[in-house]
């Protein structure tokens, strides 16, 4: 088999090479997009988030089988057309659940305690006490959008601190609820009551903008706004207005709507807002955990087993 790995690093290569030695492996630092090299042949292609695979890049690969990518979103592949040309598409689920819930504690915590500012206080020589009051999570109407693997590890770690957990989803668990101690409500809710918001939500057509300026109104003033799921759950001229005028007191964001943001893009410019690019997932365990996935998937593949396909 010719297999294709784009934006690959070592640990994939490596992994790739010790159990797949018997195929032809092909591996490329660049996006599927900008692969100047011919795989028109590629029977195998794994890609990561920043890869269109569009319906131009499907048909330039004649003899594509399987696309894996190793990430849980899976909104950059065309799915409907990889399932028209029959096409199997896999995703890599569960890599994220600790260290992207970790990585939303830390822009909340660094929000909230003004861990920034105070570190750039400190290094011009400042010691200024009193100027940085913070908020805790402790006692909290602590929301969270989406209880799946990551979501259910959010509302864990916000009881851990002491805060009245509640949370929203289609697909309710209930025996997680009642064991962690949150409780579901209506969307509606959540958006009225809570003094943080945390997005662990994945993005479809019903969640894109689901938090528009509407909602935004809604909410109470101060909230703090973290989005560890995708950018386009939130509409972000909304949250950019509603930063300025302070109607939201903070937002800690790890995606944004276009990635990587325009130079001139104002949100990542002001003092209430964190922005990290998309590295919630990016640990040494996740990397791990993706790279043996991907080429575990790969293999069954290969030996005609059960794969975990999204369509």
């Not at 997009?33 to 011919?38: M, R």
């Not at 943001?261 to 997932?281: F, R, S």
Request: include cysteine; glycine fraction near 6%; charge should be negative.
């Amino acid at each position: 088999m010719k297999i294709l790995f784009v934006e690959s690093d070592s640990l994939i290569e490596k992994v790739a090479k010790e159990k797949l030695a018997q195929h032809e492996l092909h591996f490329e630092k660049a996006t599927v997009n900008e692969v100047i090299s011919d795989f028109s042949n590629v029977e195998v292609l794994s890609v990561f988030v920043q890869s269109k695979v569009s319906k131009e890049v499907i048909d330039k690969m004649k003899n594509l089988k399987l696309i894996v990518t190793r990430s849980t979103g899976f909104d950059h592949i065309d799915v409907n057309y990889a399932k028209q040309k029959g096409i199997l598409v896999s995703n890599i689920p569960g890599y994220g659940s600790v260290p992207v819930a970790e990585h939303a504690f830390a822009l909340l915590l660094s929000g909230l305690r003004k861990i920034r500012e105070a570190n750039r206080s400190v290094v011009n020589g400042e010691w200024r006490i009193n100027d940085f009051e913070g908020k805790t999570v402790h006692g909290k109407t602590f929301g969270v959008l989406g209880t799946g693997s990551v979501g259910l590890n959010v509302c864990k770690i916000a009881k851990a601190f002491g805060a009245n957990v509640i949370a929203y989803d289609i697909f309710k668990r209930d025996g997680d609820a009642i064991e962690v101690g949150f409780k579901y409500v209506s969307l509606e809710q959540i958006i009225e009551n809570s003094d943080i918001i945390v997005i662990a939500l994945p993005l479809t057509k019903d969640t894109y903008h689901l938090i528009d300026e509407e909602r935004i109104r809604k909410m109470k003033d101060g909230v703090t706004i973290i989005n560890i799921a995708r950018g386009s759950i939130i509409d972000q001229n909304a949250l950019l207005n509603a930063l300025k005028s302070k109607k939201v007191a903070f937002a800690g964001l790890d995606v944004l709507e276009e990635e990587p943001p325009k130079k001139e893009e104002e949100i990542v410019t002001l003092d209430n807002v964190i922005v990290t690019p998309h590295i919630a997932w990016n640990t040494d365990y996740s990397k791990l955990f993706i790279a043996e996935k991907t080429v575990e998937t790969i293999i069954k593949f290969l030996n005609g087993e059960s794969i975990n396909n999204i369509i």
